[in-house]
C-alpha cells in the first residue's frame, strides 16, 4: 500500500513556473514507476508525464514536451514535476500515480494508487 500527497498548485500568470511535488508513504516509492495526470473541469483524466523506478527513463506527453520536467529522489520518496512556460490550457487538477508495472503506461487504469491533486490554475 502507498499513500501519495500532492503539493505546490497554486495561480500563476501564463510564462510562470510551479514546481509541483508528490511525497510517499507506505512502501518505497522505489518500488514503483510514476506518473503525473491532469483533469480539467469536464474534460477527462489525462497523462502528462511518467519517470521509471530509478529515474533513468522518462516520457512525456507531446502537449508538455519541452516545458515540463518530471524528476524523482527516491531517498526521500518524492517525485516532481517542474512546470515552465505554463498556458491557460495546463489549467486542471494535477495527480501523481503510482505503477507497478515496468512497461510504459499512459492510461490511468494502469496505475495501482493516486494523490488527492492538487489545483494547478493559470491565467491569461
Known amino acids: 500500500q502507498v499513500q501519495l500527497v500532492e503539493s505546490g498548485g497554486g495561480l500563476v500568470q501564463a510564462g510562470g513556473s510551479l514546481r509541483l511535488s508528490c511525497a510517499a508513504s507506505?512502501?518505497?516509492?522505489?518500488?514503483?514507476?510514476m506518473g503525473w495526470f491532469r483533469q480539467a473541469p469536464g474534460e477527462e483524466r489525462e497523462f502528462v508525464a511518467r519517470?521509471?523506478?530509478?529515474?533513468?527513463?522518462?516520457y512525456y506527453a507531446d502537449s508538455v514536451k519541452g516545458r515540463f520536467t518530471i524528476s524523482r529522489d527516491n531517498a526521500k520518496n518524492t517525485v516532481y514535476l517542474q512546470m515552465n512556460g505554463l498556458k491557460p490550457e495546463d489549467t486542471a487538477v494535477y495527480y501523481c500515480?503510482?505503477?507497478?508495472?515496468?512497461?510504459?503506461?499512459?492510461?490511468?487504469?494502469?496505475?495501482?494508487?493516486w494523490g488527492q491533486g492538487t489545483q494547478v490554475t493559470v491565467s491569461s
Open positions: 519517470i521509471s523506478r530509478n529515474g533513468a527513463g522518462t
Open positions: 507506505g512502501r518505497t516509492l522505489s518500488s514503483y514507476a
Open positions: 500515480a503510482a505503477d507497478s508495472s515496468v512497461f510504459i503506461h499512459t492510461n490511468p487504469g494502469s496505475y495501482d494508487y
